[in-house]
Each structure stands twice: as C-alpha cells, then as structure tokens.
C-alpha cells in the first residue's frame, strides 16, 4: 500500500492547482512504475468524469489510488480495492 500511500501524496499536491485535470493525474501517475496500468483500465471501465471526478489507479501491490470525490482528494485503499 506505500505505492498507493507515494502516488496519493503526489496526485493530492497536484489537486489544488487550478488546471488540474485527468490529463495531468494520468500523466503524474505514468511517472509512477508501480502502477498496474490493466488493472486501472479495468477500476475505471464505468468512469463517467460528471459523476466520479477523477480517475482512481490501481497499483502492483493491489492497493488503489483512489479518488474521494466528497473530500476532493486521492488517499491510498488497502488490497481488495480492486473489486468495486
């Protein structure tokens, strides 16, 4: 979960910035080598940017990057997250 816990922390000082987008978290998290890049293809297949927000990032270890949407923030969620 530290990879999880790493790309959060950077994801969230991103957030405040005015331009943040999509774009620009795909592109922070791409700079992330932990990321399971199938896995988050599969986490995101029901995204809808109206409703969720952001993107959320599943990792290697099974832990997720996950986007708060009511606390407009990433924080990291445990193995399992993967199954929503």
Do not use: H, I
């Amino acid at each position: 979960m530290s990879d999880a816990r790493r790309l959060a922390a950077a994801l969230n000082a991103l957030v405040n910035n005015p331009q943040f987008s999509n774009s620009k978290a795909r592109g922070a998290a791409r700079q992330e080598p932990a990321v399971n890049w199938p896995a988050t293809k599969r986490l995101n297949e029901d995204f809808n940017v109206e409703v969720d927000g952001f993107e959320s990032f599943a990792m290697s270890d099974g832990s997720v990057c996950a986007w708060k949407s009511g606390q407009f923030r990433y924080a990291a969620e445990g193995a399992g997250s993967l199954q929503r």
